[in-house]
């Protein structure tokens, strides 16, 4: 069965340090998403792409956070300069149109620690 | 969105159903219900999705009120693998407008017990 990648798995970076993770969607999903979660809670949406287009990034953080799908298929989420509160799993997930009622197919997560 | 309530833990015994409530009071007519689940240190799993019918699948049955306020997802054979975070979900259908981004709360802590 097709899975999203995601790597790392974990990661310990210091305090102001960059930071990148990766995500590689099921095949022939247009949509991707990146999603934070803090301990404790539920996942958060950060950012949305249909294709290489941005579709939400309410969420995200832009003074220290990007995100870019720049050929419609991986993506990477990059932090600059990381910071404690950053500690967190950051999942990925895909889905074949973005349509309204399709369901959404998780990655196993990056496990960010700042030190 | 229609905000969701749940439970924030259940216990289950091995083996029999696990009976899992959400109340959705301000959902709207067009306002599907989903669950996910997430094992622990993994990404969350869907399970099953309604509007008003009851449903089933081979994870799970989903069964909704008549009014809508609230549903039930009941896992008929709970086995400790599913040990995990449920959580029940609002989304608005695309003759909404919306997006299908997924607003997670804090959802139920399931522990089958042996």
């Known amino acids: 069965e097709a899975e999203v990648a995601q790597s790392p798995r974990y990661k310990i970076t210091e305090k102001s340090q960059a930071v990148a993770f990766w995500c590689d969607p099921i095949?022939?999903?247009?949509?991707l998403y990146w999603y934070r979660q803090i301990l404790g809670q539920g996942p958060e949406l950060l950012v949305q792409f249909q294709d290489e287009s941005v579709v939400d990034d309410s969420q995200l953080p832009k003074d220290r956070f990007s995100a870019e799908r720049l050929k419609g298929v991986d993506s990477t989420l990059k932090i600059q300069p990381a910071e404690l509160g950053d500690s967190a799993m950051y999942l990925c997930?895909?889905?074949?149109?973005?349509?309204?009622?399709?369901?959404?197919?998780f990655g196993p997560g990056t496990r960010l620690l700042v030190l | 969105d229609a905000k969701t309530t749940q439970p924030p833990s259940m216990d289950c015994a091995e083996g029999r159903a696990a009976n899992l409530p959400c109340n959705h009071s301000?959902?709207?007519?067009?306002?599907?219900v989903y669950w996910y689940r997430q094992i622990h240190s993994q990404g969350p799993q869907y399970i099953i999705h309604g509007l008003k019918n009851n449903e089933t699948n081979e994870m799970a049955s989903l069964i909704i009120t008549e009014d809508r306020k609230s549903s039930t997802l009941i896992l008929p054979h709970a086995t400790l693998r599913d040990t995990a975070v449920y959580y029940c979900i609002v989304i608005p259908s695309q003759f909404g407008g919306a997006t299908n981004k997924l607003i997670f709360g804090t959802g139920t802590l399931l522990a089958v017990q042996p």
């Open positions: 997930a895909s889905s074949l149109a973005g349509a309204a009622q399709e369901t959404q197919y």
């Open positions: 095949s022939g999903h247009a949509t």
């Open positions: 301000t959902i709207s007519g067009n306002e599907y």
